[in-house]
């Protein structure tokens, strides 16, 4: 396997809980809407540093789709899976869309903004 080149996302983004990767953008946000095994999903219409796996017929409480399980591409999680094809004619907005399971993924404005309420000294205080 050669050398993985992650590709960096500018704006608010969603990364890999395991290894901080970028995967998808606020921007391309469809719904978060989705449920799975693991508790609740989003759907984006495109992802970033991620492979994808063999397709595979799945029942899912939409009906039948074509689904390829996604995983990062840098730390090999995991972290939602991409519709192929869906055999609902309600169902085909989602073909091409990507789910990013919320369990494997945060928020990277949320992670980057974390402001420690505990009482501390500052540096200009001498005690």
């Not at 500018?10 to 290894?19: D, I, L, P, S």
């Not at 995991?78 to 399971?101: C, N, P, R, T």
Request: net charge negative.
């Amino acid at each position: 396997m050669g050398r993985v080149f992650a590709v960096e996302l500018e704006g608010r983004v969603y990364e890999c809980k395991f290894c901080k990767t970028h995967l998808a953008l606020a921007d391309d946000l469809v719904s978060r809407a989705f449920h799975c095994r693991r508790g609740n999903a989003y759907l984006f219409n495109n992802a970033v540093n991620i492979t994808v796996g063999a397709q595979e017929e799945r029942m899912m409480i939409s009906g039948m789709h074509t689904v390829a399980d996604i995983f990062c591409c840098c730390c090999g999680q995991i972290v939602g899976w991409k519709y192929e094809m869906a055999h609902d004619k309600s169902q085909k907005y989602k073909e091409g869309k990507f789910v990013l399971e919320r369990e494997r993924i945060v928020d990277g404005v949320d992670s980057e903004f974390y402001i420690d309420t505990r009482a501390s000294m500052s540096d200009g205080e001498d005690t």
